[in-house]
């Protein structure tokens, strides 16, 4: 069910988006069109309560102008810029070129993502009205699930996973669950308070990934990269503190400030011969350690 509304609203938003401006008439017309409707017009309340979740969710409003009953998108700029609207903008575009035609399911070849975009929306929902959340959780690390309560504080995709940051009561700190290592998700009664002083981005700011590990400091990161894979970096950088430092005509040093954890390690490490780490000197001797020992293998 929570599927298929996040569904529903990502249909709703770029059907509007594509039209500019567009009545609620000429909005159920395109609806019966979509395999989504069953044949089934969108009743009036079930808009506006679309409307109202994908507001509070997403911070998109649909407005309506009161002289013609045209609904728009305010500030649809917005939506192009990065972050989260920017990624719903692509995901609508997508999802309703695939909704319109079954032939075109086979040549648009799609990363699968594992399971748990389930529990997207309640866990969203949760965020929004501050309500503690009951989960069944099985780490990779661990032989059996476990249920305990969370407080969720902020929702993170990264690599093709969605990850939850949550106060654990338990151990009274933010901790990151992946919501496909759920098992069971229930909203509580319980509400909580969602520190002022915790804010997502700068939780994150000095992560490479999903690994707030504190046990790292935040250092000054150097790498040489080789040939044409500075063209990769520079399209699409490994982390927002990236800056290019030295620019030549075979090489470029790339410079980065963040914890050098285990996943930046395994980023660093996935671009093979083409990345040599620099500094700091006992990153470069881990990356160096590892590199031997994954050589050891083929031999």
Same mark, same amino acid.
């Given at each position: $069910?929570?599927?298929?509304?996040?569904?529903?609203?990502? /249909?709703?938003?770029?059907?509007?988006?594509?039209?500019?401006?567009? %009545?609620?008439?000429?909005?159920?017309?395109? /609806?019966?069109? &979509?395999? $989504?409707?069953?044949?089934?017009?969108?009743?009036?309340?079930?808009?506006?309560?679309?409307?109202?979740?994908?507001?509070?969710?997403?911070?998109?409003?649909?407005?309506?102008?009161?002289?013609? &009953?045209?609904?728009?998108?305010?500030?649809?700029?917005?939506?192009?810029?990065?972050? @989260?609207?920017? /990624?719903?903008?692509?995901? #609508?575009?997508?999802?309703?070129? @695939?909704?319109?035609?079954?032939?075109?399911?086979?040549?648009?070849?799609?990363?699968?993502?594992?399971?748990?975009?389930?529990?997207?929306?309640?866990?969203?929902?949760?965020?929004?009205?501050?309500?503690?959340?009951?989960?069944?959780?099985?780490?990779?690390?661990?032989?059996?699930?476990?249920?305990?309560?969370?407080?969720?504080?902020?929702? =993170?995709?990264? =690599?093709?996973?969605?990850?939850?940051?949550?106060?654990?009561?338990?151990?009274?700190?933010?901790?990151?669950?992946?919501?496909?290592?759920?098992?069971? $998700?229930?909203?509580?009664?319980?509400? #909580?308070? &969602?520190?002022?002083?915790?804010?997502?981005?700068?939780?994150?700011?000095?992560?490479?990934?999903?690994?707030?590990?504190?046990?790292?400091?935040?250092?000054?990161?150097?790498?040489?990269?080789?040939?044409?894979?500075?063209?990769?970096?520079?399209?699409?950088?490994?982390?927002?503190?990236?800056?290019?430092?030295?620019?030549?005509?075979?090489?470029?040093?790339?410079?980065?400030?963040?914890?050098?954890?285990?996943?930046?390690?395994?980023?660093?490490?996935?671009?093979? %011969? #083409?990345?040599?780490?620099?500094?700091?000197? /006992?990153?470069?001797?881990?990356?160096?350690?590892?590199?031997?020992? $994954?050589?050891?293998?083929?031999?």
């Amino acid at each position: $069910m929570a599927k298929d509304l996040f569904n529903r609203y990502l /249909w709703l938003v770029d059907t509007i988006y594509r039209a500019g401006t567009i %009545t609620l008439d000429e909005i159920n017309r395109k /609806w019966l069109q &979509c395999e $989504m409707s069953n044949g089934e017009e969108i009743p009036n309340r079930t808009f506006h309560n679309h409307r109202k979740a994908i507001e509070e969710l997403f911070d998109i409003n649909i407005e309506c102008d009161r002289h013609n &009953c045209n609904y728009y998108i305010e500030n649809t700029e917005e939506l192009k810029k990065e972050g @989260l609207r920017k /990624w719903l903008l692509n995901t #609508f575009a997508v999802n309703t070129t @695939l909704n319109k035609s079954h032939k075109l399911k086979d040549k648009i070849l799609l990363e699968d993502y594992p399971s748990g975009e389930q529990y997207l929306i309640p866990a969203i929902e949760a965020i929004h009205n501050c309500i503690t959340l009951e989960i069944t959780y099985q780490s990779y690390w661990q032989d059996k699930s476990y249920t305990f309560q969370i407080e969720p504080y902020c929702i =993170k995709a990264f =690599k093709q996973r969605w990850y939850i940051a949550a106060r654990s009561p338990y151990y009274n700190k933010v901790l990151i669950y992946s919501l496909e290592r759920i098992l069971e $998700m229930e909203q509580t009664d319980l509400s #909580f308070e &969602c520190p002022q002083t915790f804010n997502p981005k700068v939780y994150f700011d000095n992560s490479f990934g999903v690994i707030v590990d504190e046990e790292y400091d935040v250092e000054k990161i150097r790498i040489k990269v080789y040939g044409n894979q500075c063209k990769y970096f520079r399209s699409l950088p490994l982390h927002h503190s990236q800056k290019e430092s030295e620019t030549h005509s075979n090489y470029s040093i790339f410079t980065y400030r963040l914890r050098p954890t285990y996943d930046f390690c395994q980023a660093i490490l996935s671009h093979g %011969t #083409f990345v040599e780490v620099l500094e700091p000197q /006992w990153f470069r001797i881990q990356i160096g350690t590892t590199i031997q020992k $994954m050589h050891q293998l083929y031999e």
